[in-house]
């Protein structure tokens, strides 16, 4: 099983800053994800970081507000910019192979926006 | 019609019980069906992978696939009160990601 690291694991910012957010692997993986979880709620995709090319934003997020990056296949960041109270969540990164593999999460970014 | 459902709980169930954890999905293109535990504060844990039709075993846990009713399954055999957490079911689309359900509070009383 891959392991995820994220670095930091909490910050505390203040609004209109940004923040970015690491994400390493312990292994090559061909798939990273960046999701959001809002307190009390389920996972929701922010986008696909795709190596080498541009990330897949699902609706409602944009490149504008969390630009993301991903120079090879054990690493990525995602930055929140411009941060509003809005955006304080936990933002999740996680990795996986294949349409048949497992898929693996980091342990998670808790962002609060004051 | 959301594209992941999950009785939405919460769940109790004594202490050696069988728990049982219900997920149907929309899309019939869906390729793999996960089973991830969520406790308080932490991350997700992957607990169970399955995308053939049929059972899949794993120690106290088995996961149900009924790909032709839409329908994942998760049973947990003599709950613990450790297994108290929140489980999610994911579903993996043609595009790779996982799209979850909204969870299922499960609680094990001693």
């Known amino acids: 099983s891959a392991v995820i690291s994220q670095k930091p694991s909490r910050d505390i910012c203040q609004r209109g800053t940004s923040l970015t957010i690491q994400c390493q692997v312990d292994?090559?993986?061909?798939?990273m994800f960046w999701y959001r979880q809002q307190p009390g709620q389920s996972l929701t995709l922010i986008a696909t970081a795709n190596q080498g090319s541009e990330a897949t934003y699902e609706s409602g997020f944009v490149i504008d507000k969390f630009p993301i990056s991903r120079p090879n296949l054990t690493f990525s960041t995602l930055t929140v910019s411009n941060m509003s109270p809005e955006d304080s969540s936990i933002y999740l990164c996680?990795?996986?192979?294949?349409?048949?593999?497992?898929?693996?999460f980091g342990p998670g970014t808790r962002l609060t926006v004051t | 019609q959301k594209e992941v459902e999950q009785n939405s709980g919460p769940l109790s169930v004594p202490e050696g019980a069988i728990a049982s954890l219900n997920c149907t999905y929309s899309d019939r293109g869906s390729q793999s069906f996960f089973w991830y535990r969520q406790y308080s504060g932490k991350s997700p844990e992957l607990i169970m992978f399955?995308?053939?039709?049929g059972d899949k075993e794993d120690g106290r846990f088995t996961a149900q696939l009924n790909k032709a009713s839409q329908y994942v399954s998760l049973l947990i055999r003599d709950s613990q009160p450790s297994d108290s957490a929140t489980y999610l079911c994911?579903?993996?689309?043609?595009?790779?990601?996982?799209?979850f359900g909204s969870g299922t509070q499960l609680t094990v009383l001693p």
């Open positions: 399955i995308y053939s039709n």
């Open positions: 994911a579903v993996r689309g043609s595009a790779r990601q996982l799209t």
């Open positions: 292994s090559q993986v061909t798939m």
């Open positions: 996680s990795g996986g192979d294949s349409a048949f593999s497992e898929q693996y």
